[in-house]
């Protein structure tokens, strides 16, 4: 059986499980801080989660890891078949992950672990983001999903990577990001209602408390 590396918390472990749930794969749960010890950089090579253990061996990265899962389990497929069509969901997911969610984890230390970020890289995140989540909205399609009309992979990584940034502009800016985005918010919305979605939703707060500490206690 398929087993999934990582923790409630992580946004990225999060793409995974949903897909995974999504797809009504089997899976098991191998709850995994990222760590740097031997043995789990036998695993990951970089010590991040998510990381999917498959017969072969271990897969790491959470774009890899999407695509192999609907290689293996098609149907239900969360790519569309159509090869133009999916590669504007992979462009709406690389969108979502480089241009919002990494651009607000470079305030992830101030805005989540009690450290603090230079002026400069506050400025800087603040501008980037706001392009960023510009250039998303300009790619996408919202009809009712981010793609179209089809429920894609680009839906999760969306919500999964727009969450932390809403919460960084928040925190760090008093900026609502998605204020004047009112196609994102019906969008998550729609997500929310999902049963998949509450399971790992849910599951992200039963976990915050543990995490908070394992990461306050180092
Ligand atoms: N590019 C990676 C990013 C994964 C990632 O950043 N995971 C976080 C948890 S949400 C992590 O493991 N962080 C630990 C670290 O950066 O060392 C992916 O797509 O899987």
């Known amino acids: 059986m398929l087993k999934l590396y990582g923790f409630t918390v ?8 949903v897909a995974l749930l999504e797809k009504g794969v089997d899976f098991e749960i191998v709850d995994t801080f990222p760590n740097q010890t ?13 990381c999917l253990e498959t017969e072969h061996g271990f897969l ?5 890891i999407l695509d192999y899962l609907d290689d293996i389990h ?33 305030c992830f230390p101030e805005a989540f ?9 506050r400025e800087q ?28 992979y680009a839906d999760f990584c969306f919500m999964f990577c727009i969450g932390p940034a809403v919460q960084v502009g928040q925190m760090m800016f008093g900026m ?15 997500l929310n209602e999902r049963e998949h979605v509450k399971t790992v939703n849910d599951d992200m707060q039963k976990g915050m408390q543990a995490y908070l500490q ?5």
């Open 60 to 64: 790491t990265e959470a774009s890899v």
């Open 38 to 50: 031997d043995e789990f950089l036998g695993k990951s090579a970089i010590g991040k989660v998510p």
């Open 125 to 152: 995140v603040k501008a980037d983001l706001q392009k960023g989540v510009a250039a998303l909205r300009r790619i996408a399609v919202f009809s009712p999903y981010i793609a179209g009309e089809a429920l894609s």
């Open 74 to 106: 098609s149907e239900p497929s969360l790519y569309p078949t159509d090869p133009w069509q999916k590669a504007k969901v992979r462009e709406l997911m690389k969108y979502s992950e480089l241009y919002v969610e990494l651009v607000a984890r470079r």
């Open 176 to 190: 609502d990001l998605l204020a004047d985005f009112p196609e994102a918010q019906a969008l998550l919305a729609l």
């Open 113 to 121: 672990f009690g450290g603090q970020v230079s002026d400069e890289t």
């Open 214 to 218: 394992a990461v306050q206690g180092k």
């Open 10 to 17: 992580s946004n990225y472990f999060n793409i995974v499980k």
